[in-house]
Nanobody, 123 residues
């Protein structure tokens, strides 16, 4: 049974930093691509970062490139999303997901999802 559990969300001021964690189970690390999505109020779900299981590449949406960093601790079965220089427009529910497609120009089709963690960037 594939499971993903996010944590680390909360209230942060603009310009601040936050690190999200995603603990996954039910599959071998590196077997599936894994990534982060977010959905802001009234907006469509947006893929923001993923780690490819084919080439090991890490990809980012233009909206977060240079500010967010995805990393993985295979020993802990955990993927992280380090978010720096947060902006109010980053406010959203952030989801960890796995078993889809992860390319430099496409992120989607994920079959397994966590329940999400809310990030609120506000002064």
């Amino acid at each position: 049974q594939v499971q993903l559990v996010e944590s680390g969300g909360g209230l942060v001021q603009p310009g601040g930093s936050l690190r999200l964690s995603c603990v996954f189970s039910g599959f071998t690390p590196g077997y599936y691509p894994i990534g982060w999505f977010r959905q802001a109020p009234g907006k469509k779900r947006e893929g923001i970062s993923c780690l490819s299981n084919r080439d090991g590449g890490t990809y980012y949406a233009d909206s977060v490139k240079g500010r967010f960093t995805l990393s993985r601790d295979t020993a802990k079965n955990t993927v992280y999303l380090q978010m720096n220089n947060l902006k109010p427009e980053d406010t959203a529910v952030y989801y960890c997901a796995a078993d889809g497609l992860c390319f430099s120009d496409y992120l989607g089709g994920m079959d397994y999802w966590g329940k999400g963690t809310l990030v609120n960037v506000s002064s």
